[in-house]
């Protein structure tokens, strides 16, 4: 059972935008890091975007580096993750995920369910 909520993912064509969000509980968001993960048809899941919950870390993948960025809405429970300038490499099943010290252990305790973005070219 997914205990994170994310938004629906979508079709967008090569260079276009899309904004995914996480909903998390208070339990499941303050004090864990928070990361978005993808996995494509015949790869394995890695690791696209992170941020620690003291906000002093954030990582990105380098295939998506100055492309995407993660973000959070502490009011909210929501993290959220920014895709620009899309390419039909993009295209894979996100996951939102949180977990205590999570960006140092690798180790993420709560997901979400998964969403699909695909990019057309």
């Known amino acids: 059972q997914a205990q994170l909520v994310e938004s629906r993912g979508g079709l967008v064509q090569a260079g276009g935008s899309l904004r995914l969000s996480c909903a998390a509980s208070v339990r499941t968001f303050s004090n864990n890091d928070m990361g978005w993960f993808r996995q494509a048809p015949g790869k394995e899941r890695e690791l696209v975007a992170s941020?620690?919950?003291?906000?002093?870390?954030?990582f990105y993948a380098g295939s998506v580096k100055g492309r995407f960025a993660i973000s959070r809405d502490n009011a909210k429970n929501t993290f959220y993750l920014q895709m620009n300038k899309l390419k039909p490499e993009d295209t894979a099943v996100y996951y939102c995920?949180?977990?205590?010290?999570?960006?140092?252990?690798?180790?993420?305790?709560?997901w979400g369910q998964g969403t699909q973005v695909t990019v057309s070219s």
């Open positions: 941020l620690t919950w003291s906000g002093d870390n954030t």
């Open positions: 995920a949180t977990g205590p010290l999570a960006r140092r252990s690798g180790t993420y305790a709560y």
